[in-house]
């Protein structure tokens, strides 16, 4: 009998740390990320990889050594500020932004960059997709994630797999609760359709943190879940999201996950974080600077051997996807031509607080008028 091999962790960081405004990072804060982990992590990890999407940077690595390891995370908080030196050499804009504090304390967790680390025994052709998305919010995933494991026009799994046909539990946060700990609920995607859609039409607020196999308890996706936006007293952006989503062998499969986002789903988010914009799918490296957006979603697809990662394929990089951007940008110019009327988020979810403002400046000036006479 083989011995049982040990848990593989797939790590993701990333993080805003600057650029030409909020469009893209320059390439050499990306070499510089990239650099910094060769020189300082032999021993730390067994493969990573370096990407942009829209002005963050991604670092996924494959280890051995599980979640939360002081280690990589502190290697990878160091490879951010070398970046951000970078970028305040180049007098960047918004150099460092994502990151809270100037001095590490054990974990990234909380400290600006989106994580997510999932652990798991590997399959035989272990295959995963990073999917990165910009100028949007962990809620953006919803909409895409809850057709692609629990609906059949998306997932063409349930129609052939018994052990699919079981459904998929969601993990969903409420990311208003302010108490210790977190406040979830678990629904199965197969017997609970309705109330989990009427969950995460709230995107703002309920979100998914994880999917899993209700047949074998596997697990299928994860979401980055921080909120930037109440973790910090001054406007740092959207939360600007990541995924890792299992596919194939029990899980849905890779065309369906990435099929879904032709639908261009309509988001929280923008380059001002405040508006109703199109979600974008675009390959790696894709800048974001059509006016306000739109909020955009790369695809990575990995696979791992014993913590080892392939080189990526970029699931959006095909001629069919050009059409999708097309669409997508033909919506993204008609919500810009109605802005601010229909397309503005309510005021608790803006990110800048100018309106807010605005607002207080005029309540003064309001009259009270038409008081009914006494009786």
Not at 180 to 203: F, H, T, W
Request: hydrophobic letters at 40%.
């Amino acid at each position: 009998m083989e011995p049982k091999k040990p848990k593989t962790t797939i790590s993701v960081f990333k993080a805003d740390v600057g650029g030409p405004g909020h469009i893209m990072p320059f390439p050499g804060m990306i070499d510089e990320v990239r650099r910094y982990l060769e020189a300082n992590g032999q021993g730390i990890y067994k493969s990573f990889h370096v990407s942009s999407t829209g002005d963050d940077i991604a670092i996924i690595v494959g280890h051995q050594r599980g979640p939360n390891d002081k280690a990589l995370h502190e290697l990878c908080y160091k490879a951010f500020i070398a970046a951000t030196n970078v970028a305040k050499g180049l007098n960047a804009y918004a150099a460092g932004q994502d990151l809270f504090d100037t001095a590490f304390c054990g974990n990234l967790a909380g400290m600006g960059p989106q994580i997510i680390e999932m652990e798991i025994d590997e399959r035989k052709g272990e295959t995963v997709v990073l999917f990165c998305m910009d100028k949007t919010r962990a809620g953006a995933f919803s909409g895409a994630f809850r057709r692609a494991c629990g609906t059949v026009e998306f997932n063409t799994g349930l129609l052939h797999s018994v052990k699919m046909q079981q459904g998929f539990v969601f993990e969903v946060l409420d990311n208003y609760y302010n108490g210790p700990g977190e406040r979830v609920i678990r629904l199965n995607s197969n017997s609970e359709m309705p109330a989990l859609a009427a969950l995460l039409v709230v995107e703002d607020r309920y979100v998914i943190k994880s999917i899993t196999s209700a047949a074998t308890g596997e697990l299928c996706a994860m979401v980055s879940t921080f909120c930037l936006d109440r973790s910090s007293s001054t406007h740092v952006g959207k939360d600007d999201p990541v995924a890792l989503f299992r596919v194939q062998g029990g899980f849905t499969a890779l065309g369906d996950v990435l099929g879904v986002f032709a639908l261009c789903f309509l988001v929280g988010g923008g380059m001002r974080g405040s508006h109703k914009v199109v979600l974008m799918p675009v390959e790696v490296g894709t800048c974001v600077s059509d006016g306000d957006g739109p909020a955009v979603v790369s695809a990575q697809v990995f696979c791992i051997n014993e913590g080892v990662l392939t080189d990526p394929t970029d699931g959006f990089k095909q001629p069919t996807w050009d059409k999708v951007r097309e669409k997508a940008s033909r919506i993204n110019s008609w919500l810009r031509s109605i802005e601010p009327d229909g397309v503005t988020l309510p005021l608790n979810e803006i990110e800048y607080h100018g309106i807010q403002d605005t607002l207080e400046a005029l309540q003064p000036r309001f009259e009270i008028v038409n008081v009914p006479a006494a009786t």
